[in-house]
């Protein structure tokens, strides 16, 4: 009985992790990313590198871009204030022609030039929760199958692990790799395990509603603006009226919001229906100093600027959720905490890929000897998942260096073309992994220590903010905190390219 | 300031916590310079003194940071500090080669 659970475990463990692993690779690797994404928008977006605001700027800076969402009659107008860890202020509104996100200095009220990136927050982060597969949420689904999967992952894990307390910190760089390997497995599975079921558990508890619809739907009878009014005190959107209407003073209404949560500082603003009689003004609380992600929000009448209504503090039954999700998206103002999940997501990155690893080399042999496909499919798939991953993370980063701002090509603006190098990138390294298997490993470790250099030089070309300068300029440290990290990433994939050569020169001598 | 010293000790608490408990297992142990079997008596000293500096890294954590944040940040810090053990004796065991001497006379 006992044997049989386990080896069903086994299987399960390495099925799950060989068909869903790529898949888990790309959502750990972009989800370490985003826990420095507005970093990466400084770094991607060199005219908000600007020195921290100050605190207090009028709101009224926001007027004439609120005017243009009104006279494009967009349904919102939204705005996200600066924080310790983003200087500019920045505005989104839909025009007919498509979405407008622009980017204010605060200091001076002067809107800044289109960045033409989607960056860390508006392509990074996305891609970790939904993959940028909009249609009918099916990325968020997959994104969350991936999240239930490290869960049973990480069980079956622990199930199938032979010698738990005995290995807990075995690691044998001098062994045979596929000893090492599954050493490295094992260390980063076991050890990271808290952090890696949390992270899991927490991220599928986001977006419950999703994933669970069936509890509010019974409820609500399917009305789902009104469970989300229960659930979070949203107010009931009103439609639009058709009488223009004006809107009242913003920095009246921030100051008010304020005083109802004694002080604190704010986190958006956010219109509805804008230029309309019946538009509402929607402040939101800015809380750094706890886990939980609060949605303290005040909403005020457009026109008159007269408080409808305003929330403050969590109702219980949501404060777990809020709290599991505070926890996830890690918007406090902690930053030795957010080293430690990035450190801590690279170790879950290590785990997936050695998983990968492990398969492969217990398998490599027999399949040879019995001249099966298996490896050599596997060896692709998880070839471009690691490896590919990396290589299209850093061509996003070049290409973000190397196109002018105002760049487009082929009826494709210069976000775009960024998001296709991507995409057309990650493809080529699947295509390449599986075309030449012998070297696949290797040379993808060389191209990710070439791109990831060639940021760090490109950023010093493009910007002049190499890293001495950087490191001494406070609102720079983003900067030299990212360019350090790609030169640790390329020491560290070419250390890695130089051991494989080595292993694929004594493997050849011994074959000989 | 007293953050960082607090935040570094929190840190030493959890290795050395770990590298108590690593040192007790007959393998490293024995790794260490050891004989075959990590004697009774040291091993249940270690286990004991590993555990309670687990323990003191969780109090200084909650002392820096409150509930939330401190327990938070103990449950990622100790993975930190046992996955920087498992680094220690993979490529640095010399490191802990004198505790594991002095252990050796007094056991």
Redesign the interface.
Known sequence: MEQGFRASMNWLHTWSGVVLGGLLFAIFWMGTLSVFDREIDRWMAPMIRLPAAEKTFSLEVLRPLYEAAAAAKSPFFSVGLPTDRDAAIRVLWREPSGPVHRFIDPGTGVMLPDPGTLAGTRFIFPFHYMLHIRFQDIGLWLVGLAGMAMMVLCVSGVIIHRKI??D??????EKKPRRLILDLHN??GV??L??HF?ISLSGLVIFWATYFPSSWQVTYNGDRLAFFADAYGNVIPKGRSGEPGGMASFDAMAAEARRLWDGSALRYVFVRNPGDAKSVMQIGRLDEG???STYDAAYFDGPTGALISYRNGTAPVMSTQR?LSG?HFIQ?H?W??RW??F??GL?GCVLIATGYLFWLESRRKKHAQLGLKGVRIVEGLAVGSVTGMLIATGAFFVVNRLLPLGASAWGQDRAALEVWTFYLVWLATFAQAWARPQRAWMGQCWTVAALASAAVLLNWITTGDQLLRSLSHRHLWPIAGMDILLLAGAAFAAVAALRLSRLSRIGRVRHA | MPDAILLLAIFAAAYLGFAALAMSQDRHWHHLGGGRHCPRRTCMVLRCSGWALLLAALVLALVRDGASFGSLLWATVITVGALSVVATLSWRVHWLRPAARLLQHLG
Do not use: E
């Open positions: 307390f005995t807990f910190f075995t690691f044998r760089p260390v980063t050890l990271g808290p952090f949390l706890i886990v939980s709290f926890l406090f902690h030795s905490l430690i999940y450190v801590l170790a």
